[in-house]
C-alpha cells in the first residue's frame, strides 16, 4: 500500500482508527496532522470520538489560518504547526497518550532505546519537551525548540508523546517502536535486570544480503504455494493483532515442497500485506522485484539443517521478549501444553544470528523447537505453519503467565519426574 495515493483525511482516518484499536490513545486523546503540498494543515478535530472519526469529520486549515470542515480543529493545533514551522522537512505529526510512554512522561525520561536493534534505527533520538498548558502557544514552542534541534519525537513532560515525520506511515512506525519498547521496559524491570545493547550494537543488524540476491521469475504458482500464501498472510494480520509483530518487524516463512519457501517481505506494513507480497526464495535466489526480509540467510540456513522443519516463525513477543533483554531465564515448566510445546527453550547471545547463523540453525532440534535470541527475537519453528504459530502464541501467554505470578508468590514448576511422566504420555523425544 503507498500511503501517497491516499488523500490526508483519509491517511488520519485510517491511522487514527490503528492507533484506537491497539488501545494507545482514548476517545478524546491524540491527534494526528498532515501538511499536503500547499501548505494546508489536514488536522482531527477536538471533541470528536476518536474510535468513530470519518474523512468529514477532518479540518483543514489553511495557510492564512483559515479553517474548513464540520468542527474545530484539534485544540493542539498550535504545536503541529510549531512543529512544521520549525521543520519544513516534515509532512506528518503524530501525537498521543498510550499508558507507556505517559509512565516515562510523568517520571520525564526517554525510554531505552537499546533494548532491541530495530528501535535505535527507527528512532536514533528522542528528547524531552518542557511542560506546558495544553493548548497553548507557550507548548507550541517548547515543542518547536526540541524539532528545530534536529529531533523527530519528543516525550512531552506529564502528557504524552509528539512525532514528526515525512509521512504519516513513517511517524506512526516510530510511534509505535517507540510505545513497544517503552512497554517492554516496564515487563522487563519486573523479570530481571536489564541488559541493553551495547553502543552502537543494533549496527550489526543491518545486514543488506537479502538485497543481493539474484533474481528468478516464476511462471506458475502450484496450489499448495497459493495455499501457503493464503495461510500465512491470515496468522501474519493476526499476529500484528495480537502484537506478536510491530508494522514492519516480524517475519514467517514456510516451505514448500519443492525446497523453495516463501517469507515475509522486507519492511513492507504487516497490517496490510497481502498475498502477492510475499516473496518466494529457491535456491539461493528470490522472487523478481521483490525484497525478502533481512532474515532470509537465516531462515534458509534452518531449512537446510532441518527437513522436518516446514514453518519457521521470527516475533518479538513483548513479554517473552522481557525475557530476552534481561537476565531472566524463562522456563516453560508452567503447565503441561507449554512444556509439551515448548520444551527447553535455550538463550543464545545477541550477535549469534548475525556473525554464526549456522550455531542458531544447529541449536534447533525436535526436542528443542524453539529459541530465544538475546535483545533480537523469539525464533520458533514447527512441522506446519499452524504448529509454529500455536507455539509463539503459547511462548507469549507462558510469559505472561510467569511475569503475573511475580506478583503472586514463588512459582512451583512441574518437577523432573513430572516432565519424564508427560514425555511418556505425548511420547516427546529428547
Known amino acids: 500500500m503507498n500511503i501517497q495515493y491516499i488523500h490526508p483525511a483519509d491517511q488520519l482516518v485510517m491511522f487514527m482508527q490503528r492507533i484506537y484499536d491497539k488501545g494507545l490513545t482514548t476517545t478524546s486523546g491524540g491527534n494526528l496532522s498532515i501538511m499536503d503540498n500547499e501548505g494546508n494543515i489536514w488536522i482531527t478535530p477536538a471533541g470528536v470520538d476518536k474510535g468513530t472519526l470519518t474523512r468529514g469529520d477532518i479540518v483543514c486549515v489553511k495557510p492564512d489560518g483559515t479553517v474548513m470542515g464540520q468542527h474545530k480543529p484539534s485544540s493542539e493545533l498550535p504545536f503541529h504547526a510549531s512543529v512544521y514551522k520549525m521543520r519544513p522537512d516534515l509532512r506528518a505529526v503524530l501525537h498521543a497518550h498510550p499508558p507507556a510512554l505517559v509512565a516515562f512522561s510523568i517520571v520525564r525520561r526517554c525510554p531505552n532505546l537499546d533494548l532491541i536493534p530495530s ?20 507548548l507550541g514552542e517548547k515543542v518547536g525548540a526540541v524539532f528545530a534541534n534536529g529531533c523527530d519525537i519528543a516525550i512531552l513532560e ?31 524491570k519486573k523479570v530481571g535486570n536489564i541488559h541493553p545493547l551495547p553502543v552502537d550494537g543494533y549496527r550489526i543488524s543491518q545486514t543488506r544480503s537479502h538485497t543481493k540476491m539474484d533474481d528468478f521469475i516464476p511462471h506458475s504458482h502450484t496450489s499448495e504455494e497459493l495455499a501457503a500464501r493464503r495461510d500465512m498472510i491470515t496468522l501474519i494480520k493476526r499476529s500484528y493483532k495480537m502484537g506478536l509483530f510491530t508494522a514492519t518487524h516480524g517475519t514467517y516463512s514456510v516451505r514448500l515442497a519443492d525446497g523453495s519457501f516463501l517469507i515475509t517481505p522486507y519492511n513492507c506494513d504487516r497490517a496490510y500485506l497481502e498475498e502477492d507480497d510475499l516473496v518466494r526464495v529457491k535456491s539461493d535466489m528470490k522472487e523478481q522485484g521483490k525484497i525478502p526480509s533481512r532474515a532470509v540467510m537465516f531462515h534458509e540456513k534452518i531449512y537446510r539443517k532441518h527437513p522436518e522443519i516446514k514453518a519457521i516463525l521470527q516475533a518479538h513477543p513483548l513479554h517473552a521478549m522481557a525475557f530476552a533483554v534481561t537476565d531472566a531465564k524463562f522456563d516453560p515448566r508452567t503447565i503441561p501444553e507449554s512444556y509439551i510445546l515448548l520444551r527447553d527453550v535455550k538463550k543464545l547471545p545477541y550477535e549469534t544470528v548475525y556473525v554464526d547463523p549456522d550455531t542458531v540453525a544447529e541449536a534447533l532440534s525436535p526436542s528443542r523447537p524453539a529459541l530465544m535470541l538475546e535483545n533480537s527475537s523469539v525464533v520458533v519453528t514447527g512441522e ?33 519426574a513430572e516432565v519424564e511422566d508427560l514425555k511418556v504420555a505425548f511420547h516427546l523425544t529428547d
Open 384 to 416: 506446519s505453519l499452524l504448529q509454529a504459530f500455536d507455539r509463539l502464541e503459547v511462548m507469549e501467554s507462558t510469559a505472561h503467565s510467569i511475569i503475573l505470578s511475580k506478583e503472586i508468590g514463588d512459582i512451583i514448576h512441574i518437577t523432573d
Open 119 to 138: 528501535v535505535r534505527k527507527v528512532c536514533p533520538d528522542v528528547q524531552i519537551a518542557i511542560y506546558d498548558v495544553p493548548g497553548s502557544d507557550a
Open 158 to 188: 506529564n502528557h504524552g508523546v509528539c512525532i514528526g515525520a515525512a509521512d504519516m506511515f513513517t511517524a506512526f512506525q516510530r510511534f509505535e517502536t517507540l510505545n513497544y519498547t517503552a512497554t517492554l521496559e516496564g515487563l522487563a
